[in-house]
């Protein structure tokens, strides 16, 4: 979601806001997104953006979102751990 949040550019408050996270939890994923090259900051503003490779995954977790829905639709739409474990009980 992270990733998605900021195709266009997007400050650490908003990806929190979009998101649902904490400060700190933002902060430890932002770390790892950047020194995995999947996130870029611009240094002066602190706007992070999607990289080429973060788009990359995108599409490869759009693909495979595909194919689980057209495997069984029960991975249709799973917002949770929880709403999929209860599907699979």
């Known amino acids: 979601m992270i990733l998605e949040t900021t ?3 997007a400050t ?4 929190m806001h979009d998101t649902y ?11 790892f997104l950047v020194e995995h ?7 002066g ?6 990289t080429e490779k973060g788009f990359q995954i995108l ?3 759009s693909n495979l979102n595909e194919f689980l829905h057209k495997l069984d639709p029960i ?3 799973f917002d949770s751990l929880e709403g ?6």
């Open 59 to 61: 599409d490869e977790s």
């Open 12 to 15: 650490k408050s908003r990806i």
């Open 7 to 9: 195709k266009q550019g």
């Open 37 to 43: 090259k999947l996130l870029r900051c611009e240094i």
């Open 75 to 77: 991975f249709s739409d």
């Open 21 to 31: 996270l904490s400060s700190e939890k933002t902060g430890v994923y932002l770390k």
């Open 84 to 89: 999929f474990s209860d599907q699979l009980s």
């Open 45 to 50: 503003n602190k706007v992070y953006h999607t």
